[in-house]
């Protein structure tokens, strides 16, 4: 596995990283409390976004990667143009009670999960906030493939599955252990299993339905699995415990289609600094195909059958609804509408008497409404 490039430049810890869509882009969060735009190409930083007052715990791009979010134990969730040269931010939430373990932003919803207990969604298309009280702190929270649903990792060592619209619970997991870390967990691309970390070095994988274990890899024994990420579209996770990450996937003879895949691997580190490294094909540097239990593989492509809930929601208020701004984004979709009215009165008589004989014509043209503003 070779290395590509090293980011230098924040002051302190770098505590989470995002890639951009077009993968042209790093988007990353330090506790020297600031979040940094980073050009892939050059290694130098494009933006360096400072509004926080405390350590900034997680960050991510929206789907088309023109906004940032980030969260921070200063208990906000900060929005950031990304294509602007403004340094302050474009909205804040204020909504939580506690530090921001989790931010994750769709075509539609941002979404974040808040020691305080609760999981936030943001409607960007209605301004509405939606909270789910879950009952311990939320380490780490995540939609399904669907996006129907809410994976969330809590500090007691469970993880809840939280139907999106009515918040019911749908499932619980237990058997690992997180400690005090916060441990990343999330659904492989059939949203068929959930998968997460531990301390004891293993990543434990449950059947979604039956909510039973299926597997068990070992990632290191003793280190603690602190990050996971699940491929979108290929049954393939990643995960990082210490200073290792592996990819693991289907064996070998399964993979022919995919030898000349480019996997790209980003970690934090303690040391100010993000590594990023590349392998060409699978069959490279620290990477397993195969889980360490002697299974064919983690992922099964088959959809679970629907899961009937038990409902456990605890309805809460929303302090504040969300006030995106929205209408530089849609100026340019308004347009003018112009009519040609008749203006003598000789072409009005002309209209007139074809409205006469044709009562489907009208005497005046109709006029347009005028387009609406966000």
Partial sequence: MRLLNTYCGHGDEVLDARGS????????AGADKSVIIWDVITGQPVRRLRGHASRVTCVAFNEISTVAVSGSQDNTVMLWDVRSRKNDPIQVLKDAKDSVTTVVSTEREILSSSVDCRVRRYDIRVGEL?????GEPVTCASFTCDGQCIVTSCSDSTIKLLDKDT???????????????????????????????????????????????????????????????SHPTQPFLLSAAGLTIKLWGL??????????????????????????????????????????????GVFKQEKPPPVHPT??????????AVELNTTSALSNYATEVVHDYATSDQQILEQSAANIADDSTEIFPREE????QV
């Avoid at 790209?264 to 392998?279: G, H, M, N, P, Q």
């Avoid at 409404?369 to 609406?372: G, I, K």
Wanted: charged share 20%.
């Fill in 130 to 134: 939606f909270t789910d009280f879950v």
């Fill in 369 to 372: 409404a005028a387009p609406r």
């Fill in 21 to 28: 869509c077009d993968n042209s882009q790093i988007v990353s």
């Fill in 167 to 229: 918040g019911e619970l749908l499932g619980h997991y237990t058997g690992h252990d997180t400690g005090d870390f916060r441990i990343e967990s999330c659904v492989d691309v059939s949203d068929g299993h959930i998968l997460s970390g531990s301390t004891e070095g293993n990543i434990w994988c449950w059947d979604l339905v039956k909510e039973a274990v299926v597997h068990k890899m070992v990632h290191q024994p003793s280190a603690v699995v602190n990050s996971l990420s």
């Fill in 251 to 296: 064996p070998e003879e399964q993979t022919d289609d995919l030898a000349n895949t480019l996997v790209v691997l980003s970690s934090t580190a303690e040391d100010e600094e993000i590594k990023v490294r590349i392998s060409v094909g699978l069959n490279c540097g620290q990477v397993n195909l195969a889980p360490d239990d002697g299974q064919s």
């Fill in 311 to 320: 409902v456990i929601r605890n309805s809460i208020s929303p302090p504040s």
